[in-house]
């Protein structure tokens, strides 16, 4: 059963610009959920999304979004980047929704650097 | 503020000893996860523990889960180079799953 898979890797991209992830959760798996992680702040969770919904979002600014589609793949997009939205961007899958127990299954992240 | 408090941040032992990671917090859970993430990977869960009091145990790592469900620990036992790792732990309230900063482990040979 394939895992969870990110794309791309890494990017790197210019102050102002806007970029958009890309992340395929395990086959069956309904809920998929970001995560910003950086080295002076860990895990940040930036939203949930079950059955095409955004069910949970945290903290973060509106420049952040996302989506899933019909076939449980999400993407996140961040608009006018700025320096401090470096970070590794990491994807969880798992079968159930929000508010469960469930083993999250992470991919190995989008690691952006602003520049 | 950061909700769940890891310490320490960073462990540098050698081979064979012993260490425990703490994870605190002044909110209740109503779950905890231990995980682990390897460089240029993503985290891997290692234990759910959801009992006040709960003891679990995988292999040579042991995770307990406070009485009053606010704070965990995972003590690991005869360390080897294989269990170096950043270790995360996760609350759960509700819906949302908090994670706390990490411990760094460097174990040598």
């Known amino acids: 059963k394939a895992g969870v898979t990110q794309t791309p890797r890494y990017l790197i991209k210019t102050r102002g610009q806007q970029v958009t992830l890309s992340c395929s959760p395990i086959?069956?798996?309904?809920?998929v959920s970001w995560y910003q992680q950086t080295p002076g702040q860990g895990l940040q969770f930036l939203f949930e999304?079950?059955?095409?919904?955004?069910?949970n979002k945290g903290n973060f600014p509106g420049r952040f979004s996302g989506r899933q589609f019909s076939n449980s793949r999400s993407e996140m997009n961040v608009s006018t980047l700025e320096l401090g939205d470096s970070a590794l961007y990491l994807c969880?899958?798992?079968?159930?929704?929000?508010?469960?127990?469930?083993?999250?299954?992470f991919g190995s992240g989008t690691q952006l650097s602003v520049l | 503020t950061q909700l769940l408090e890891q310490s320490p941040q960073f462990l540098s032992i050698q081979e064979g000893e012993n260490l425990t990671v703490y994870c605190n917090s002044s909110?209740?859970?109503?779950?905890l996860q231990w995980y682990r993430q390897e460089p240029g990977e993503g985290p891997v869960l290692l234990v759910t523990?959801?009992?006040?009091?709960e003891v679990k145990k995988l292999k040579r790592l042991t995770f307990q889960f406070g009485d009053a469900r606010k704070d965990s620990s995972l003590h690991i036992t005869a360390a080897q180079p294989g269990d170096t790792g950043l270790y995360l732990c996760?609350?759960?309230?509700?819906?949302?799953?908090?994670f706390g900063e990490g411990t760094q482990l460097t174990v040598n040979p």
């Open positions: 996760a609350g759960r309230r509700g819906s949302r799953l908090t």
């Open positions: 969880a899958s798992s079968f159930g929704g929000p508010a469960t127990n469930e083993k999250l299954f």
């Open positions: 909110s209740v859970f109503s779950s």
């Open positions: 086959s069956g798996h309904r809920s």
């Open positions: 523990v959801v009992t006040g009091g």
């Open positions: 999304y079950f059955s095409e919904t955004q069910r």
